[in-house]
């Protein structure tokens, strides 16, 4: 059974950053991509970052390009979001999530709970 529990979420202020990790744990971590959603109240879920199987290749929502980095560590089965210079825009629930390498949440099958960041002005 996959499991993936986010941590590092809280709030900041505008400017500020934070790292997300994502712990994965119930089949072979380096076997998958790994991203981040996020989902603002009264919003739909929306593509973040993702990052592939390899680690090599990466991609970013162009509302966080610049400012965030997606990054993983196979021997930790750990994937991180590095979020810098956080805008009140920002706040929203992160999901991590595992599958295949793309923007599309139908790509990917499972996902951890939520962590809560919110960016005060």
């Known amino acids: 059974q996959v499991q993936l529990v986010e941590s590092g979420g809280g709030l900041v202020q505008a400017g500020g950053s934070l790292r997300l990790s994502c712990a994965a744990s119930g089949r072979t971590f380096s076997r998958y991509a790994m991203g981040w959603f996020r989902q603002a109240p009264g919003k739909e879920r929306e593509f973040v970052a993702v990052?592939?199987?390899?680690?090599?290749?990466?991609s970013y929502a162009d509302s966080v390009k610049g400012r965030f980095t997606i990054s993983k560590d196979n021997a930790k089965n750990t994937v991180y979001l590095q979020m810098d210079s956080l805008k009140p825009d920002d706040t929203a629930v992160y999901y991590c999530a595992q599958g295949v390498y793309s923007v599309l949440s139908t790509d990917f099958d499972s996902w951890g709970q939520g962590t809560q960041v919110t960016v005060s002005s």
């Open positions: 990052i592939s199987v390899s680690g090599r290749s990466t």
